[in-house]
């Protein structure tokens, strides 16, 4: 299971028998959390930084976690001075850093952002409103990709978490669902001492490992601590992620769908498949072979010949995606039971 970590002497109070504390009718405070590891996002860092300081609802403090690299904490401590920038903590990689943002935050409810994201003026407003309901310890929003460069005339809607965004198939109005996306969630802060945090097995770990899940394991944990509470996903609640091109190629699109097949497997033998897989289940059934079929109709009835490449895209993308879903199953199985499936700081499959 998740690692244990320190959280200080301001967590001490929380008992970890008790579900979330009863809420008061107001919006809560809040604690934005953004997570950085390399100066080659500078410019979106700021960018980050200023969507979330002119938020129509205003952050009771924002959290800058430098992920391992001692030049950027020192740029960042420069250009932020009124901020809380501080070093992760933790293991290298992006679960390590929200743990120890969460560790630092003070507010009733902790949000994440990336880096390389812009937040729209009434994010934390959207967000905050539905924890007036005491039953929800989770709220997440639509994450909208920004092309930097030309999108492809492949890229089928139904993948774009290839990069970080929602996709096809996803709510397009409010609705409880199983887990949030990493660039666009945020939890009640008493929650985390209870799961204690992220897996920091599973995140990103800068540019070696494309590994994800995070966010869905944590959520399918916190929702077996309890039972009787929810995740929101709300459309309205939006950010904005950058989109280099870098990340529309063909290598890369494979690399992310081999990854999420890996990182589903490591998912499902922490959790068992029937909730590591509910979602994906859905997805795959239903989702794809619609985004399939649409894409052969806009060739033959709409003359739109992309369509077979996206059409075309969609089957292969699931295609390696359950390849490295079965490469991570078979590893779990034969491995150990004292050995992770996978350590930090191996390598071995297709770069991020």
Same mark, same amino acid.
């Given at each position: 299971m998740a690692s244990k970590f320190m959280w200080g002497r301001r967590m001490d109070w929380i008992k970890r028998s008790q579900g979330p504390a009863p809420r008061s009718n107001g919006s809560p405070s809040v604690s934005v959390i953004i997570c950085a590891y390399t100066q080659e996002r500078w410019e979106d860092l700021k960018g980050a930084v200023n969507s979330i300081q002119n938020q129509e609802t205003p952050a009771g403090e924002i959290i800058l976690v430098i992920d391992h690299n001692a030049e950027l904490l020192?740029? *960042?401590r420069t250009q932020f001075p009124s901020m809380s920038v501080i070093e992760n903590r933790g293991p290298r990689g992006l679960s390590g850093a929200r743990n120890t943002g969460v560790e630092f935050a003070s507010n009733e409810v902790v949000a994440f952002m990336d880096e390389d994201a812009v937040a729209q003026h009434d994010w934390l407003t959207q967000l905050l409103t539905s924890y007036q309901d005491g039953d929800v310890i989770g709220v997440g929003g639509f994450v909208e990709p920004n092309w930097l460069g030309e999108r492809p005339a492949w890229f089928p809607d139904e993948f774009t978490w290839?990069?970080?965004?929602?996709?096809?198939?996803?709510?397009? =109005?409010?609705?409880?669902? %199983?887990?949030?996306?990493?660039?666009?969630?945020?939890? %009640?802060?008493?929650?985390?001492?209870a799961a204690d945090g992220f897996l920091q097995s599973l995140g990103r770990m800068g540019s070696q490992l494309p590994l994800s899940c995070e966010e869905t394991e944590f959520c399918i944990r916190l929702g077996r601590r309890y039972p009787q509470s929810r995740f929101l996903y709300i459309p309205q609640a939006r950010v904005?992620?950058?989109?280099?091109?870098? %990340?529309? =190629?063909?290598?890369?699109?494979?690399a992310r769908c081999f990854a999420e097949g890996l990182s589903k497997a490591m998912v499902a033998s922490l959790v068992g498949a029937g909730q590591g897989l509910a979602t994906e289940r859905k997805y795959t059934t239903r989702t794809l072979p619609e985004g399939i079929l649409r894409g052969i109709g806009d060739a033959f009835l709409r003359g739109d010949l992309t369509g077979l490449l996206r059409a075309s895209a969609i089957a292969v993308g699931l295609g390696i995606t359950v390849a490295g879903?079965?490469?991570?199953?078979?590893? *779990? %199985?034969?491995?150990?039971?004292?050995?992770?499936?996978?350590?930090? =700081?191996?390598?071995?499959y297709p770069p991020g």
């Open positions: 020192e740029m *960042a290839v990069v970080g965004c929602s996709y096809k198939g996803l709510p397009e =109005t409010k609705e409880h669902v %199983r887990n949030m996306l990493g660039c666009n969630m945020s939890f %009640r802060r008493e929650v985390f001492a904005h992620h950058s989109v280099p091109a870098s %990340r529309v =190629t063909w290598q890369y699109f494979r879903y079965l490469s991570g199953t078979i590893s *779990a %199985r034969l491995r150990p039971a004292s050995t992770p499936l996978l350590k930090p =700081t191996q390598k071995g």
